[in-house]
């Protein structure tokens, strides 16, 4: 009725090697959970770059956050998440990283801005103004006859 190898062919289609792949499976190397987790960095330290110890499951992990990081994306740290089975690799974690307001700037995409009062005198017949950026002080050009106003 079922052939040479009778009921044992049919095991060995369904689960492989006379059903002992089981308990193989049970044994097999398995990758740890991923992991998320935030942390907040001032405009500044988002700017210049910045290094975060993360304390996670009991583990301190030092992430070094690079120079130009915007608010929302997230880093992958590999085999920094949940540990893996018999032997396996571990997760991964997901940092989001979220940064804080600026008291004097604001972040319209790529861009910074800011205030910038001018005496009437300079904003009718033009001038010089310095800015205060996050890399120093540098001083702008203001055109005669600029209004008030966002730009």
Not at 43 to 60: F, H, M, V
Not at 86 to 112: A, E, F, K, S, W
Not at 116 to 129: E, I, M, N, R, S
């Amino acid at each position: 009725m079922f052939g040479e190898g009778g009921a044992g062919d049919i095991f060995e289609l369904l689960f492989g090697q006379h059903g002992g792949s089981r308990r193989g499976r049970r044994n097999a190397a398995l990758k740890g959970e991923d992991l998320n987790a935030e942390t907040t960095l001032s405009l500044e330290e988002a700017y210049k770059g910045s290094t975060r110890l993360i304390e996670l499951d009991g583990q301190t992990i030092r992430v070094t956050i690079k120079p130009g990081i915007a608010d929302g994306q997230d880093l992958r740290i590999p085999g920094k998440g949940a540990p893996g089975m018999n032997g396996g690799p571990g997760g991964d974690l997901y940092l989001t990283i979220r940064i804080t307001l600026h008291p004097d700037l604001t972040v319209r995409g790529n861009d910074l801005h800011r205030d910038l009062p001018v005496d009437l005198y300079t904003a009718v017949l033009g001038g010089k103004a310095q800015v205060k950026t996050l890399k120093g002080a540098v001083n702008v050009n203001i055109p005669k006859g600029t209004q008030t106003g966002p730009s």
